[in-house]
């Protein structure tokens, strides 16, 4: 079975600030994917990022990078120059190749302050 | 915008009842799947249609059924309603029914049972 854990319920950064959100997963499969998805208050889940577990280079998306430790089973997000729009909940996925379901974590409430 | 349209946006009904929830996914996608977001479980996994067929299932009560349609899109079938299936219910859709392929979410439709 698939877990992915996020450890910090909430977190809180000032604008213009970086943040990192820390997720650590489980599978015993050699090829998966890994995704952070983001939760407005409007409740839409909006795609930030996604890694592919067979690439050493860690993804980009503009100001949102991750840090990809295969071996540590560790995929976090840094959101860089922070802004009032990134409050948010955000929840870490993998999908693996045993199924085509996301296994999703608890997710991490992200304020974001003046 | 992910292209993934739900409808209804918010359904009050009464616990005993049916209801029906529909999903329009993006334009050339084949693959739909249907999540449950609630507050004590999470986000679960619930079933995926692709080109019509059934693909692959999860924690999906037997009181709830769903089904793809030959224009592709789905519909979710909750019947015997209890206060438990209040919940955030999103749909999702890729392009094929690969294992890792990247599903965009719709923006859900919120279900209150009283």
């Known amino acids: 079975a698939q877990t992915v854990t996020q450890s910090q319920p909430e977190m809180s950064v000032q604008e213009a600030e970086t943040v990192t959100l820390s997720c650590t997963y489980d599978?015993?499969?050699?090829?998966?994917?890994l995704f952070w998805y983001k939760q407005p208050p409007s409740r839409q889940m909006i795609l930030v990022i996604r890694?592919?577990?067979?690439?050493?280079q860690n993804a980009t998306e503009n100001r949102f990078s991750v840090n990809f430790q295969k071996a540590a089973k560790s995929f976090s997000l840094k959101i860089s120059d922070s802004q009032l729009g990134d409050t948010a909940m955000y929840f870490c996925a993998s999908l693996t190749g045993t199924a085509s379901k996301l296994t999703f974590g608890t997710g991490t409430r992200l304020q974001v302050t003046l | 915008d992910s292209g993934v349209t739900q409808t209804p946006k918010h359904l009050i009904t009464a616990t005993g009842q049916r209801v029906t929830l529909r999903c329009s996914p993006r334009?050339?996608?084949?693959?739909v799947y249907w999540y449950q977001q609630s507050l004590d479980q999470g986000l679960q996994f619930l079933i995926q249609?692709?080109?019509?067929?059934?693909?692959a299932k999860g924690n999906i009560l037997e009181r709830f059924s769903a089904q793809q349609f030959p224009d592709l899109h789905s519909e979710l079938n909750l019947s015997s309603l209890e206060l438990g299936d209040s919940a955030l219910y999103f749909c999702?859709?890729?392009?094929?029914?690969?294992?890792?392929?990247?599903?965009?979410f719709g923006p859900g439709t919120r279900l209150l049972v009283l």
């Open positions: 999702a859709s890729s392009v094929a029914a690969g294992r890792y392929e990247t599903q965009y």
């Open positions: 334009s050339g996608d084949l693959s």
């Open positions: 890694q592919e577990a067979y690439k050493q």
């Open positions: 249609y692709y080109n019509g067929e059934e693909r």
């Open positions: 599978t015993s499969e050699s090829n998966y994917y």
